[in-house]
């Protein structure tokens, strides 16, 4: 299972300037539902992922990469704005890029 593949179209395809496109992506309804899908499946699907394309476990990866998803949905994308909401979806994010360093790890450690 791929996350986030191509999606192959056939027909005609129309340009959307970046400016007029929005599109509100629900992808979790609740925490629980975040966890469960997230944590426990796509994380592992995603290490996977980025095993099998050469990328490798690395410690100061392991704690920037979290803490940069972190301020990238609070900070930049203005996450603080959503209030407690938004606070925990940055963490969970966060703990989430942290879980597919650690699976990557384990794989790295299979290896050996």
Same mark, same amino acid.
């Given at each position: 299972?791929?996350?986030?593949?191509?999606? &192959?179209?056939? #027909?005609?395809?129309?340009?959307? &300037?970046?400016?007029?496109?929005?599109?509100?992506?629900?992808?979790?309804?609740?925490?629980?539902?975040?966890?469960?899908?997230? +944590?426990?499946?796509? !994380?592992?699907?995603?290490?996977?992922?980025?095993?099998?394309? #050469?990328?490798? &476990?690395?410690?100061?990866?392991?704690?920037?990469? &979290?803490?940069?998803?972190? /301020?990238?949905?609070?900070?930049?994308?203005?996450? /603080?704005?959503?209030?407690? !909401?938004?606070?925990?979806? !940055?963490?969970?994010? !966060?703990?989430?890029?942290? +879980? +597919?360093?650690?699976?990557?790890?384990?794989?790295?450690?299979?290896?050996?």
């Amino acid at each position: 299972m791929l996350l986030h593949s191509q999606v &192959p179209v056939t #027909g005609p395809i129309a340009k959307i &300037p970046k400016e007029k496109a929005f599109m509100v992506h629900l992808d979790y309804f609740s925490f629980k539902q975040f966890v469960k899908r997230s +944590i426990l499946q796509y !994380a592992a699907t995603e290490a996977r992922q980025r095993y099998l394309a #050469g990328v490798r &476990p690395n410690g100061i990866k392991m704690v920037i990469l &979290p803490l940069r998803k972190f /301020f990238g949905r609070f900070v930049i994308r203005r996450g /603080f704005r959503d209030g407690n !909401a938004g606070f925990v979806a !940055a963490v969970s994010l !966060a703990i989430y890029e942290f +879980i +597919i360093w650690v699976y990557l790890s384990e794989f790295s450690e299979l290896d050996e």
